[in-house]
């Protein structure tokens, strides 16, 4: 949980053992009218996605329990766990699932927004590798959720986030897995063109032709000088190191983590982002693949940052991860989220701004959305802006489902009103991002 998350007090924390105390715990909250929320892993975006001024947090940290199918073919795993936990019960009879890249994500903020894996080229979105959820809805009855129980609701809850009740159980397929290689490249400033380049290339051709692999680029001012250092985190399904990442090897890097090595090791490696006493302000931004428009959009990103340079606890850095054709879903059920292959590939732009002091939140912010306004222009002038918002990523004040396609968000409405006819979800949750633009989430949003 980030600095401004946890400065809100809840009146009081629920730590349910099991479905049936989750059963009893929103019985009560609905009853007495209360406003909650409901942590799982802790990482959301924005403040109230985890937690509620005086309130009630369900925490969901105690829902543990991994179990194996006797075939091995899927794996059900409580709502409280992280990935780590997943994937060290999974690596030891070496089969893997489509799951966060760092150790500590929480499974289940990760599963219903979306989820990119080192492994979605081949198997698609995380979302779209759960066989069932156990969901408790609003009014207390449980539900086992699948394609054959409960189709339109198993097609909302892939990609549709907490709107529909609180998920305890997620039953995810699983696959044969032994080493991968993978690790971070990290270059200059000076070869900014260069690493460029050979992201357009992996995105524009080379991913089509090697399922197996994964890229996307972390790029960091820590000096605040306008000179981004960039990493490129690269993966391959294979232990073998790929061809289609020669265009990277060419280029000399300041260091290098490549190598062969288990899933767990190269998470562990990642798992840097969100420290706690670190507060962030994060935002979801979408585009057409364009080498020119998101060089566009990092120049655009490079003069806010240097707006705060003075500020000494300011660490600016952004994110460029391809959602590609090959990532959507693969069955005749699909997901809520609007994209189709034609649509692709995206890039998707996540800026991460970071700092301590609670006295530069104003500045920060709006240099931040100053900076959004323009990207989005930018884009738009070019033809390359996509609609899409990426759940995992975004702030609690952007209409993310409106970026579904309101023939989406239509459908969604239509399922959620079925289940919580007086929609009392959003009245008793009101932090999270709801399908309608939610007044309250979007002031916690940008006053994080």
């Known amino acids: 949980m980030f600095a401004q998350a946890a400065e809100i007090t809840p009146a009081c924390s629920i730590l349910p053992a099991d479905t049936e105390d989750v059963v009893l715990a929103i019985n009560i909250i609905r009853e007495a009218g209360a406003t909650f929320a409901v942590k799982s892993g802790g990482h959301s975006t924005y403040s109230t996605g985890s937690n509620v001024e005086n309130g009630i947090i369900i925490n969901l940290s105690q829902l543990k329990n991994i179990s194996i199918s006797q075939d091995q073919k899927s794996v059900t795993v ?10 060290r019960k999974l690596e030891d009879l070496k089969l893997g699932c ?10 289940g903020g990760l599963l219903l927004g979306g989820g990119i894996s080192f492994f979605s080229s081949e198997r698609g979105l995380a979302c779209d590798n759960i066989i069932s959820y156990e969901l408790v809805l609003i009014t207390g009855k449980v539900l086992k959720v699948t394609r054959e129980s409960y189709p339109n609701l198993f097609w909302a809850m892939r990609g549709a986030g907490s709107c529909f009740g609180i998920v305890t159980r997620f039953e995810l397929r699983t696959f044969e897995m032994g080493k991968i290689w993978g690790g971070t490249r990290t270059y200059a400033h000076e070869h900014e063109s260069a690493v460029l380049d050979g992201f357009d290339k992996f995105v524009q051709t080379g991913a089509a032709t090697d399922p197996l692999a994964q890229a996307y680029i972390v790029g960091t001012d820590a000096a605040k000088d306008g000179n981004c250092i960039y990493s490129v985190i690269m993966s391959h399904g294979s232990p073998e190191e790929p061809p289609v990442f020669d265009d990277f090897k060419q280029i000399i890097p300041l260091e290098t983590t490549t190598q062969t090595r288990t899933l767990q090791d190269l998470c562990d490696e990642l798992d840097t982002h969100m420290k706690p006493g670190i507060r962030y302000y994060i935002f979801a931004l979408s ?34 991860q391809p959602l590609l054709p090959s990532m959507l879903p693969k069955d005749d059920i699909g997901n809520a989220m609007g994209i189709k292959p034609e649509d692709g590939p995206l890039i998707l732009f996540t800026p991460v701004w970071r700092w301590t002091e609670k006295e530069h939140d104003d500045s920060i912010h709006k240099a931040a959305n100053i900076f959004m306004e323009k990207a989005e222009k930018a884009a738009r002038a070019r033809g390359t802006f996509h609609r899409y918002k990426v759940l995992n990523y975004s702030t609690g004040h952007q209409d993310v489902y409106g970026g579904y396609g309101e023939e989406n968000r239509k459908r969604l409405l239509e399922i959620r009103n079925k289940y919580d006819p007086d929609d009392i979800m959003s009245k008793l949750r009101p932090g999270i991002i709801q399908l309608l633009p939610n007044n309250n989430a979007g002031k916690h949003g940008r006053n994080m």
């Open 287 to 320: 585009i057409k693949n364009d080498r020119d428009t998101l060089k566009e959009i990092i120049n655009l990103y490079t003069e806010g940052a240097l707006l705060l340079k003075d500020q000494h606890d300011f660490a600016p850095a952004f994110v460029c």
């Open 98 to 107: 489509v799951g966060g890249r760092v150790l500590s994500v929480g499974v």
């Open 78 to 87: 409580g709502s409280g766990c992280r990935f780590g936990d997943v994937y």
